[in-house]
Every structure is written in structure tokens, then in C-alpha cells.
């Protein structure tokens, strides 16, 4: 996908930063982080990797948040997929948009 390191950066990167550094209470604190803040954000729980919660960003357009915890071996991962027919709604670009809103939104919460 042409945006897929815009989307990546803007969407993924941040919440596995914020939520998945050692330093910033990552593993399972930083997973109870996260799970407080996509509730706080208005998500609902999905049951999908380590955390994850679906989100509703226009009528037609669902997205979800899904984390995985870091370990000794892995960094922690962050992922933003959205519903299937997403593109014939909106174009990558604003989708990867959209992505990024939702991850500064989660981290807010967390704040």
C-alpha cells in the first residue's frame, strides 16, 4: 500500500511507544494503560490481540486499536485496522488521517 509508512507512522508507532516503553510502563502495565485510555476514548473492548477496542469514527467508517505487549524478544506492536469497505468510503490518505487522530487520542487519554 502507497501510505503504508505514512499510516505506520502515524497510527502505529505512537501508541507502541507510548504504551509499550519499558520506560513508560510498558508489558502489562502499559497494556492496562492502554486498555483505560480506548475506554476513556469511548471503544469497546474486542477480543483481539493482548488489548484492543473497536472505535466508530464516521457512521459508516469502524476502526479498530489493537496492542500487543513488548517482551524480552519483541517490542511492543501497535496496530489500527479499519472495517473492510473503508476505502469506498474514503481514500488511504485519510484513512492513514484517521488512524493518526485516533492514536494522539488514545494517548491524550492516557495523560
Same mark, same amino acid.
Given at each position: 500500500?502507497?501510505?503504508?509508512?505514512?499510516?505506520?507512522?502515524?497510527?502505529?508507532?505512537?501508541?507502541?511507544?507510548?504504551?509499550?516503553?519499558?520506560?513508560?510502563?510498558?508489558?502489562?502495565?502499559?497494556?492496562?494503560?492502554?486498555?483505560?485510555?480506548?475506554?476513556? #476514548?469511548? =471503544?469497546?473492548? @474486542?477480543?483481539?490481540? $493482548?488489548? &484492543?477496542?473497536?472505535?466508530?469514527? +464516521?457512521? *459508516?467508517?469502524?476502526?479498530?486499536?489493537?496492542?500487543?505487549?513488548?517482551?524480552?524478544?519483541?517490542?511492543?506492536?501497535?496496530?489500527?485496522?479499519?472495517?473492510? #469497505?473503508? =476505502?469506498?468510503? @474514503?481514500?488511504?490518505? $485519510?484513512? &492513514?488521517?484517521?488512524?493518526?487522530? +485516533?492514536? *494522539?487520542?488514545?494517548?491524550?487519554?492516557?495523560?
Amino acid at each position: 500500500m502507497f501510505y503504508a509508512p505514512s499510516s505506520v507512522e502515524r497510527a502505529e508507532a505512537p501508541p507502541a511507544r507510548g504504551f509499550g516503553a519499558a520506560g513508560s510502563g510498558g508489558g502489562e502495565g502499559g497494556l492496562a494503560r492502554f486498555r483505560a485510555a480506548a475506554a476513556a #476514548a469511548g =471503544g469497546l473492548p @474486542l477480543e483481539l490481540a $493482548d488489548a &484492543a477496542f473497536a472505535f466508530q469514527a +464516521l457512521p *459508516r467508517l469502524a476502526l479498530a486499536a489493537l496492542m500487543w505487549a513488548g517482551d524480552d524478544e519483541f517490542p511492543a506492536q501497535a496496530s489500527v485496522v479499519f472495517d473492510g #469497505a473503508a =476505502g469506498h468510503y @474514503l481514500p488511504a490518505e $485519510d484513512l &492513514a488521517r484517521i488512524g493518526g487522530l +485516533l492514536a *494522539r487520542r488514545l494517548i491524550g487519554a492516557a495523560s
